[in-house]
């Protein structure tokens, strides 16, 4: 495993956890990893969690039957030679390639992802459709392919790790090693990272709401009007003002409009696009219609935030912008 400065120690824990008790569970050693870094002896995870003792790629001269790319906050960074040239070298030798959280990212930048399905954690999917249009990039929690994966990060990269065992030593080690860890369920990779149906805590807003985030969320690019998601959702405009000014304290108008901007957001900070272009990717109409939208839901301007909104917000030396 790869890890990138910032990477997602959630992941890191919950994808080897399993190929560990795969190992107990079965008194032999079935699998073996080694943490690797860009040479540096020590990589942080964007909660804080040092990881020392790494060996460089440079010096990582052991044949892999997988390489997996571990990094959460902007991955761009990484957009370098040595980088993907090895990863290139390592696909030649024969290595699977993974990539967790935003791990897509750096596969793509090698060119691995090219016409392929992908995915990414759902706070960079928008940026990452932009930046890899030759990508079919889904909202599945992982995609597994025998070369190439990806996973959305966090508790699915278990599901992944899971997967693989299933694959390889069967459903009665991949039991074992799931009810070891307490993971209730191995997910499938075609489970969405938002399952309509249910939610972690309980639902707290009533259907037809839901249904129309739902599609708001679909289409923030060409906006719906506000009597079209009343239609489509079969019930009276006036019946869904009311739902949204009880649960959510704003008009539907305002929430869309903050759906559209936090999307805009995502694109300022995640990508170099123009600002005009994440304008009209996210259904405003001009330059300074959309920096005055912007700067009134998050009290900084886009180009702004574009310099701040790279930084990972525990490690900012500033209060971060609140939302208004």
């Not at 040239?85 to 090219?114: E, M, P, R, V, Y």
Request: hydrophobic share 40%; aromatic share 10%.
């Amino acid at each position: 495993m790869l890890l990138l400065d910032g990477f997602n120690a959630m992941a890191m824990q919950a994808f080897i956890d399993p190929f560990r008790c795969a190992n107990y569970l079965n008194a032999e050693n079935l699998y073996n990893w080694q943490f690797l870094s860009l040479g540096e002896d020590t990589v942080t995870a964007s909660n804080g969690l040092s990881v020392t003792n790494l060996s460089g790629i440079d010096g990582a001269d052991t044949k892999y039957d997988l390489v997996v790319i571990n990094t959460s906050w902007a991955p761009e960074r990484f957009r370098q030679t040595k980088l993907l040239s090895w990863l290139h070298g390592q696909s030649l030798n024969g290595a699977a390639l993974c990539g967790l959280d935003t791990g897509a990212f750096i596969l793509a930048f090698a060119g691995f992802l090219k016409n392929r399905t992908a995915t990414v954690h759902y706070e960079h999917i928008a940026a990452f459709r932009e930046l890899f249009p030759d990508v079919d990039t889904t909202e599945d929690i992982y995609v597994m392919n025998t070369d190439i994966m990806t996973c959305c990060g966090g508790i699915a990269a278990t599901d992944l790790a899971l997967e693989i065992i299933r694959l390889q030593h069967g459903m009665e080690l991949a039991n074992a090693a799931s009810r070891y860890i307490f993971h209730e369920r191995l997910r499938h990779g075609g489970e969405g990272q938002f399952p309509e149906t249910s939610e972690p805590v309980g639902y707290s807003a009533p259907l037809k709401l839901r249904e129309a985030i739902i599609l708001m969320e679909r289409n923030l690019e060409h906006p719906l009007t506000i009597g079209e998601l009343a239609n489509h959702v079969a019930i009276s405009q006036r019946q869904l003002d009311r739902l949204f000014q009880k649960h959510t304290g704003i008009s539907p108008v305002r929430y869309y409009i903050q759906a559209r901007l936090d999307r805009a957001r995502g694109l300022i900070t995640q990508t170099e696009l123009p600002v005009l272009d994440v304008a009209i990717a996210c259904g405003f109409s001009g330059h300074a219609q959309f920096t005055r939208a912007y700067k009134g839901r998050f009290g900084i301007t886009p180009s702004r935030d574009r310099v701040d909104g790279r930084v990972p917000f525990q490690f900012r030396s500033f209060p971060s912008h609140a939302g208004v």
